[in-house]
């Protein structure tokens, strides 16, 4: 009798094994494809924000034939980068905790605090500043060249663009960041 309990132990044992080791697979796997889509996701974001300052928003000033145009395409350009950003950042942010176990303390909480910043830059750029850029140009009344150098309202425009450049440049960093932290979470 205690051979057949046996032998019934030494059966079911390697099948526990080899549903413990399927199923380790298949979390590593899950692992896997969720650390790639995080990475692209931040990757593209990022791709996005500097083809925007460096090709789209001075080819736009460069080639149309008016200021006003080329500064309606860089701000509704702006804002979907602005938009995107605070959206990816969110769900980078939410997904940060999946798999948190393999990562230290220090690498867990730089990811996280450059993904907060992404969104804070992006969420600020957008609803705030452009916001208000958005309305300055409308109080004008007039294409921005046509204001004086030292109307108030284009001192106003001047500086909360600089602002916005600003808000860009730093999300952008802390995209460069992030992205570097998720790429080394994937690869341990």
Known sequence: MSAGVRDAETDVTPF????????????SVGSIV????????????LG??????FVVAPSAF?????????G?????????????????SLVLLASAF??????????????????ALVALTTCVGHWLINARLLALRHAMGRPIDAVAADDPLRI???????????MLCVGM??????????????SS
């Open 48 to 53: 996005a924000a500097v083809c925007f300052s």
């Open 98 to 115: 999946a798999g948190r176990s393999r990562l230290t303390r220090r690498a867990w909480f730089v990811e996280l605090v450059a993904l």
């Open 156 to 166: 106003a425009f001047n500086s909360l663009h600089g602002y916005s450049v600003v």
């Open 173 to 186: 960093v802390a995209a460069v960041v992030a992205l570097l932290a998720i790429a080394r979470r994937r």
């Open 34 to 45: 969720l650390q790639d889509a995080r990475l692209l996701l931040i990757a593209v974001w």
């Open 72 to 88: 309606n395409l860089v701000t509704r350009t702006l804002a979907i980068v602005n938009v995107a950003g605070f959206a990816v």
């Open 62 to 70: 460069a080639v149309l034939p008016a200021r006003e145009l080329a």
């Open 16 to 27: 526990d094994e080899r549903a413990d080791v399927r199923a380790a697979a298949r979390n």
